[in-house]
């Protein structure tokens, strides 16, 4: 049944939504979970974000070259204007199909990061899980 959710969700709403799709994923990326951090004493910084996260962000910066700003909030900040127009791009350019798939991801994973990045191939699905 998801899958087939997403198949009309694609063909039936896509078309008719696309630009409030991706307004409303740019609009909830600076609050991405991706770039928000534990505070620096909490074990959960060391171990987890950086081992698990780390190559993520390591590939947001390789790939968009521009460093991702981490912050200890869940109110968030502001990326810098390259990297949110390169994830615009990305997304202007996706069909129907791949940016249903994209905007159910970001849904799940509360990270439109994650998302971009196993749509790019990076990271593979079982390291986002």
């Not at 087939?4 to 990326?29: E, S, Y």
């Not at 770039?35 to 074990?43: E, Q, V």
């Not at 991801?105 to 509360?110: D, F, K, N, P, S």
Request: glycine letters at 6%; one cysteine or more.
């Amino acid at each position: 049944m998801p899958l087939m959710k997403l198949a009309c969700t694609a063909l039936d709403r896509v078309p008719l939504t696309r630009p409030k799709i991706i307004d409303n994923l740019m609009g909830k990326f600076h609050q991405d979970l991706v770039f928000c951090r534990a505070p620096d004493d909490s074990d959960l910084a060391v171990t987890y974000m950086v081992e698990k996260i780390g190559p993520l962000l390591n590939w947001v910066e390789s790939e968009f070259g521009t460093k991702p700003l981490v912050y200890s909030s869940f109110f968030g900040g502001r990326q810098d204007e390259g990297l949110v127009k390169a994830i615009e791009k990305i997304l202007k350019k996706t069909d129907d199909c791949e940016l249903a798939a994209i905007d159910a991801m970001t849904a799940a994973a509360h990270s439109l990061i994650i998302s971009i990045g196993i749509f790019r191939g990076k990271p593979q699905i079982e390291e986002a899980i």
